[in-house]
């Protein structure tokens, strides 16, 4: 019977994985042994591994319900923004939702599809979509908007608003509620800026900005849905609430976001030694990023520079988004790609914005002018040239491109209502002309804004109303600027404020009407309260210039300071309406 000693391979034959054959030696040992002349013993036998024991079901259970118990815990702890007074609301299909003022907030579901902030430029048609009646949303607004009107209100926002700072993209396919469901923040947005309803976007309008600070301070939420909404909320915050202003507040914001996601700059290297590690282990290679720019992160970089520039030149507060390599990068890219007819118009604009701040820049500080000023304007007019000859033939005759040209080349010629006599140097008849320039540059940019239909007035931006502020600034300037060769009779004749200001306020005046706003009884809309101030502004400036002899009706300091869009921060509009006790003066 043979053992298991001779069964088995020897130890020297192990270690060199030869074959182990038993020979007729008188000591038992191997072939490989007697020749090697070794000794020869068998290895040691190995143990089997015994099979183990299955988990039981129970103890599976008591797994899966610990499991529960951390998620359940995971849940609670997300905190909810502070706020004074709220409850829980427990009932079906509620579970667990907090109502906290002017809305109710849920836990947001899972999305099957890339999570709940998948991209909506590429989501599949509605006809995909299960049935809904399970979904719930993220919050519920004290009003909302029924179904249908939700529809037409995204489709006026497609069809209106987005023509004029075209830095969000929605798909033709996406519908409101397909919109809530994936970006629930840009659907309330949307539905705000959109709203025909005046009293119905108030209170969206309130609970908006409740919700947006909420989840900006108070959960710490940093998703590109939040950073759009906020953005679209900020463009027309001062078309539809008439409160305090937090136009400054609101851009800010959208930069802290900006940054927050790390879209100021490119997607990092990838350097973790671990996640190397784990793309050699999966035979993935080493990516050099982490991630790709989207063409939708270029877009909202690109419309935060946009928006604070507003604030900065426009309000003179705080500074606008620093211009990067990368933020130049983004521009080209968007204007290589041409992924929407719309990305042309957004590298237009951008591209005007970005001349100003360099004119801005140079021309900001009195006396930091260091070369002639002719090499300076000689510059300017070059690159506004050169910026008129690349537009793209389609966007020749686009309102909101063609008041951003204006703007930009008064912007240049603003330079002649400086008061340092030595600017010139000795050259006063260049400040004439640019003086001439200026005015030529206004008036333009006025006959473009009256141009434009009164139904189309809802959908202008925070771009259109700095420029109209500013507009007038200009013409205020001109019309009051001093210096011996300059005719200020010659130059109001010209501009014709009064008329511009007549017609400016009829057309704001006609929005409710021409766009079938539905306001209801007592309540005044913020374009009827516009056409009311500017038409107050008119006959102040026809008084302040002889050409009306009456009394205005009196009005106390913060009703005239109360301009809407919040553009009135200058001492120009208090020096121009003055206080009560002033307009008596200007009658004589």
């Known amino acids: 019977m043979t053992t298991n000693a001779q069964i088995r391979a020897c130890i020297n034959c192990v270690r060199a994985k030869s074959k182990c054959s038993?020979?007729?030696?008188?000591?038992?040992?191997?072939?490989r042994c007697h020749r090697m002349n070794k000794v020869c013993q068998p290895s040691p036998p190995v143990r089997k591994h015994r099979r183990g024991k299955g988990t039981s079901s129970h103890e599976t259970s008591k797994l899966e319900a610990k499991l529960d118990d951390l998620v359940t815990l995971l849940k609670s702890t997300r905190a909810m923004p502070a706020a004074v007074n709220f409850k829980v609301i427990r009932g079906p299909g509620y579970a667990g939702r907090i109502d906290h003022g002017e809305y109710t907030t849920s836990d947001s579901p899972t999305s099957e599809e890339g999570g709940f902030y998948s991209s909506i430029t590429t989501s599949p048609s509605d006809q995909a979509l299960p049935d809904g009646?399970?979904?719930?949303?993220?919050?519920?607004?004290?009003?909302?908007?029924?179904?249908?009107?939700?529809?037409?209100?995204?489709?006026?926002?497609?069809?209106?608003?987005?023509?004029?700072?075209?830095?969000?993209?929605?798909s033709p396919s996406i519908t409101a509620r397909r919109l809530r469901q994936e970006r629930p923040f840009l659907w309330l947005a949307i539905m705000v800026v959109a709203s025909k309803d005046y009293s119905l976007q108030k209170s969206m309008s309130e609970a908006a900005r409740s919700i947006f600070a909420g989840e900006a301070f108070g959960k710490g939420t940093r998703s590109m849905d939040l950073l759009l909404a906020i953005l679209v909320y900020t463009v027309r915050d001062r078309c539809f609430y008439v409160g305090q202003p937090v136009l400054i507040n609101l851009i800010q914001l959208s930069i802290a976001m900006l940054y927050n996601l790390?879209?100021?700059?490119p997607p990092p290297l990838l350097k973790d030694p671990a996640s190397l590690l784990a793309h050699e282990l999966k035979n993935t290679g080493s990516p050099e990023r982490l991630?790709?720019?989207t063409n939708e992160e270029r877009r909202a970089l690109l419309g935060c520079f946009l928006l604070s520039s507003v604030s900065c030149y426009t309000l003179a507060k705080g500074n606008p988004l620093l211009w990067t390599a990368h933020s130049e990068h983004c521009l080209r890219m968007l204007e290589h790609e041409k992924e929407f007819d719309s990305d042309a118009l957004l590298v237009q604009l951008v591209k005007l914005r970005l001349l100003s701040t360099r004119i801005n820049d140079g021309f900001g500080a009195e006396g930091m002018v260091t070369a002639p000023v002719s090499f300076y304007l000689k510059s300017f007019e070059g690159q506004l040239q050169n910026l008129k000859d690349n537009i793209p033939p389609e966007l020749s005759n686009n309102e909101t491109l063609l008041l951003e040209l204006h703007a930009t080349?008064?912007?240049?010629?603003?330079?002649?209502?400086?008061?340092?006599?030595?600017?010139?140097?000795?050259?006063?008849?260049?400040?004439v002309e640019c003086l001439w320039a200026c005015a030529n540059a206004t008036n333009s940019w006025i006959n473009a804004f009256l141009s434009i239909s009164p139904a189309d007035y809802p959908g202008f931006s925070a771009l259109t109303y700095s420029n109209m502020t500013h507009s007038f600034l200009t013409a205020y300037r001109l019309s009051t600027f001093e210096h011996a060769e300059w005719d200020r009779v010659l130059c109001l004749e010209h501009l014709d404020v009064p008329s511009f200001l007549e017609q400016a306020g009829d057309k704001?005046?006609?929005?409710?009407?021409?766009?079938?706003?539905?306001?209801?009884?007592?309540?005044?809309?913020?374009?009827?309260?516009?056409?009311?101030?500017?038409?107050l502004i008119k006959k102040s400036w026809e008084i302040k210039h002889g050409s009306l002899r009456g009394s205005i009706p009196q009005f106390s300091r913060d009703e005239l300071y109360d301009f809407p869009m919040e553009f009135s921060d200058g001492d120009w509009l208090g020096d121009l309406l003055g206080s009560c006790n002033e307009h008596s003066q200007w009658v004589t």
């Open 262 to 265: 790390g879209l100021d700059k």
């Open 133 to 170: 009646s399970g979904y719930e949303p993220v919050f519920r607004l004290a009003r909302e908007p029924r179904d249908q009107d939700a529809e037409l209100f995204l489709d006026r926002f497609r069809c209106q608003f987005v023509k004029s700072l075209p830095f969000v993209i929605l």
């Open 409 to 431: 080349e008064r912007s240049i010629y603003e330079l002649g209502l400086s008061h340092d006599p030595n600017i010139f140097q000795g050259k006063e008849t260049r400040r």
């Open 291 to 293: 991630s790709k720019t």
């Open 22 to 31: 038993r020979s007729g030696d008188a000591e038992g040992r191997c072939q």
């Open 508 to 535: 704001f005046g006609q929005v409710k009407a021409a766009t079938n706003l539905i306001v209801n009884a007592g309540d005044v809309d913020p374009f009827s309260v516009m056409s009311s101030k500017i038409q």
